[in-house]
C-alpha cells in the first residue's frame, strides 16, 4: 500500500516538478545572456574582456551572430540585441574567451 502511494503522488506532482525545473533552467539561461550581451555590449575599441560564465550542468550554449544574442533553452529560444556586430560563434558554459572589438565588430578567442 504504501508503494503505490508513493508512486500515486510521485504521478500527481511530476508534471509541476517538470515544470519548475524547465522554468529554473530559462531563467538561468536569461541571466547568463543577459550578463553576456550586457559584458560585450558595453566594450569600447581598445577594450579587451575575460568572459566566463554559467557551469556545464546549468549553462546552454549562446550563439554570437550578426546583431543578436540567442540561447536555446528548449522550449523555445531566448534573444538579446548587440550593440557591436557579432561574430558567428557559439559559447560555452564554463569555458573561458577573450573578447574585443576590431574594425568596428566583436571579436571573439577561446583562452585558458
Keep these: 500500500m504504501y508503494l503505490l502511494s508513493a508512486v500515486s ?3 500527481l506532482v511530476s508534471p509541476q516538478l517538470t515544470g519548475a525545473t524547465r522554468d529554473s533552467r ?4 536569461w541571466r547568463n545572456l543577459d550578463g553576456v550581451s550586457t559584458a560585450v555590449n558595453s566594450l569600447r575599441p581598445g577594450m579587451m574582456v575575460n ?12 550563439e554570437l551572430r550578426g546583431l543578436q544574442f540567442s540561447c536555446s533553452y528548449g ?3 531566448l534573444s538579446f540585441s548587440s550593440r557591436w556586430p557579432l561574430p558567428g560563434v557559439n559559447l560555452s558554459a564554463s569555458a573561458h574567451y577573450l573578447v574585443w572589438i576590431s574594425g568596428g565588430q566583436v571579436e571573439v578567442k577561446p583562452s585558458g
Aim: hydrophobic share 30%; net charge negative; no cysteine.
Design 26 to 29: 530559462e531563467s538561468a539561461d
Design 9 to 11: 503522488l510521485l504521478l
Design 51 to 62: 568572459l566566463t560564465y554559467g557551469s556545464l550542468s546549468t549553462g546552454d550554449q549562446i
Design 75 to 77: 522550449n523555445g529560444t
